[in-house]
């Protein structure tokens, strides 16, 4: 019986994983997109879908811009303008929105909100397919433990439900690092000394995959550091040809050529950055960066406590079986969070966490294996007790090791606790909008006058844009707000258009500054529409003002 349940527990708990995971996703779709990057991913894929580029074109911008007022006040956040070309491009890579695309020329509008939840759910099964990779030697029944503790283990981590649920281009680029590290396993493998045609199809594939992830966050580019390491292994193993390198290189450059003809076309260099913000490095910051991505995941919306496991992985150095998958799974790991410790991260939510999402895999198989040897050792201990009795042969180490398992058991179960109630981390996702919110912002599409100019706030620029289809404008961006904002009256006034204000600029001190309109537009005599749009995960009201 126990041994039925061993072969058969894992596959039930994975199972059960994947249903949890495919009833959330349901019962908490996403209706649209708000914030900047959410809506700017979406913006981009529609612009790919329809016009075949992702530069974006801003009517007010285009009428206004050679009048001496800020540029910046008539584009979204996501965008800047480029002066080597004139576009005005986004700060994204274009890999996500393709995909996303691809999805919305197929089924609408629905798969622009679908498609990062699926990709979430090929995530924990490309795990679970990790830890048979990583752990050959162990047995069956072992490598399926592994795999079942770590996906469920990513499916409930908080960072993880949160940017699974939204368009973002965090969780699509953990599947494709996943897969092309996998991919990297079956065409690298250390134990095999010969080379078969699958081994070639397998490197070409890590290659495209590696590709596809760098396309849609060019920070995989880092996954180099964990695959050198499989494929270093496998040559001091057996020696490894050249020439499955060689075809995983060619396809990687093959498949992110299309990047390198962006830049140079679009953003004036091969050598362009897209986000202004990447290009801000801040190398004394590094050390205190790391510092608070390392308690951001102890923190909880991360793993949690239960990384306190990972302790066991020192003492599994000691196997050499083990040291192929440590050293690879750390160096995926340590890479991402070293590589985003310089750059000036954002505030608006935890960034912290959001870099480090592409090696959450890693994390949770180090975690699984980590559970599993502590129960190993802990059912053994306990056998062992039932056949020798308590008073004999090593009863104190025996009963620390039913006592780390039992911890272990305890900190895992924290650790997934979003099983009995994901909505409390669902409710604060970043892009996430209710069909309530959805719905107001139909209404107001209905409602306003179609050459109507809407003030919003950096937050919802993006969903006015989408959603309510109507010029946008952004106060704050105005440098000179006591000469600019008369003269931006005068004109539209000029061609008989009515000015609207989204949101509030009375708002609680709780308000992030993105949310809030500036606190000078009430100089400005204005009536209440009446209108508003509900359940924003804003602390600003977000009613409708017109600015007589």
């Not at 007010?60 to 008539?74: C, E, K, Q, V, Y």
């Not at 699509?172 to 690092?177: D, I, M, N, V, Y």
């Not at 780390?404 to 970043?430: D, H, K, Q, T």
Request: net charge neutral; with cysteine.
């Amino acid at each position: 019986m126990i041994a039925k349940f061993a072969g058969l527990g894992p596959l039930a708990v994975l199972g059960l994983t994947l249903v949890w995971y495919a009833a959330l996703v349901i019962q908490y779709p996403t209706r649209g997109a708000i914030g900047n990057d959410p809506a700017t991913y979406v913006g981009m894929a529609l612009d790919l879908a329809e016009r075949g580029t992702v530069t974006h074109s801003f009517a007010l911008f285009n009428n206004l811009s050679d009048t001496g007022l800020s540029w910046d006040a008539f584009i979204t956040p996501g965008y800047h303008t480029v002066r080597e070309t004139g576009a005005i491009a986004p700060n994204f890579a274009f890999g996500l929105p393709l995909l996303l695309a691809f999805g919305y020329r197929l089924l609408g509008e629905s798969a622009l909100y679908r498609a990062t939840p699926l990709m979430g759910l090929l995530a924990l099964l490309v795990t679970f397919a990790l830890a048979l990779e990583f752990w050959r030697d162990l047995g069956r029944a072992r490598r399926y433990w592994v795999g079942a503790l770590a996906a469920l283990l990513l499916a409930t981590s908080p960072r993880q439900i949160q940017l699974a649920l939204v368009p973002m281009s965090d969780v699509p680029t953990q599947l494709f690092c996943a897969l092309a590290i996998w991919c990297a396993l079956r065409a690298f493998r250390p134990s095999d000394t010969t080379v078969r045609w699958n081994t070639i199809v397998f490197a070409a594939l890590c290659g495209l995959a590696l590709g596809i992830a760098y396309l849609i966050r060019h920070s995989a580019l880092v996954l180099f550091i964990p695959i050198s390491v499989t494929a270093l292994w496998s040559i001091r193993e057996k020696g490894l040809p050249v020439r499955q390198i060689g075809i995983a290189l060619l396809t990687f450059a093959v498949t992110i050529l299309p990047d390198v003809i962006y830049r140079a076309t679009t953003l004036g260099s091969p050598l362009a950055v897209e986000s202004p913000e990447s290009a801000q490095l801040a190398l004394s910051d590094a050390p205190r960066q790391i510092i608070q991505t390392l308690a951001a995941l102890f923190s909880v919306t991360g793993p949690g406590p239960v990384l306190l496991v990972l302790v066991i992985v020192l003492v599994l150095w000691r196997e050499n079986q083990e040291r192929f998958a440590i050293v690879v799974l750390t160096a995926w790991v340590l890479a991402f969070i070293l590589f985003h410790a310089p750059l000036r991260l954002t505030g608006v939510f935890e960034n912290s966490l959001r870099y480090v999402l592409p090696a959450y895999p890693a994390i949770a198989l180090l975690i699984g294996r980590a559970m599993v040897a502590l129960f190993d050792r802990g059912w053994s201990a306990l056998r062992e007790w039932r056949t020798d009795g308590l008073g004999r042969n090593q009863p104190i180490q025996r009963g620390l090791a039913v006592l780390g398992a039992l911890l272990a058991a305890l900190l895992f179960l924290l650790a997934i606790r979003a099983v009995a109630g994901p909505e409390r981390f669902v409710l604060r996702s970043y892009g996430w909008m209710s069909a309530a919110a959805r719905s107001d912002l139909d209404a107001l599409s209905q409602t306003l006058p179609q050459n109507a100019v809407i003030g919003v706030s950096d937050q919802m620029a993006g969903a006015v844009m989408l959603y309510v289809k109507r010029d946008i404008f952004r106060p704050a961006a105005f440098r000179k707000p006591e000469d600019e904002f008369p003269l931006f009256l005068i004109k539209l006034r000029a061609e008989d258009r009515a000015v609207y204000l989204l949101g509030d600029w009375k708002c609680s001190p709780l308000a992030n500054a993105s949310e809030s309109l500036p606190e000078w537009l009430a100089e400005y005599p204005m009536s209440d529409t009446g209108l508003e749009i509900e359940d924003l995960p804003y602390e600003c009201e977000q009613r409708i003002y017109e600015i007589k």
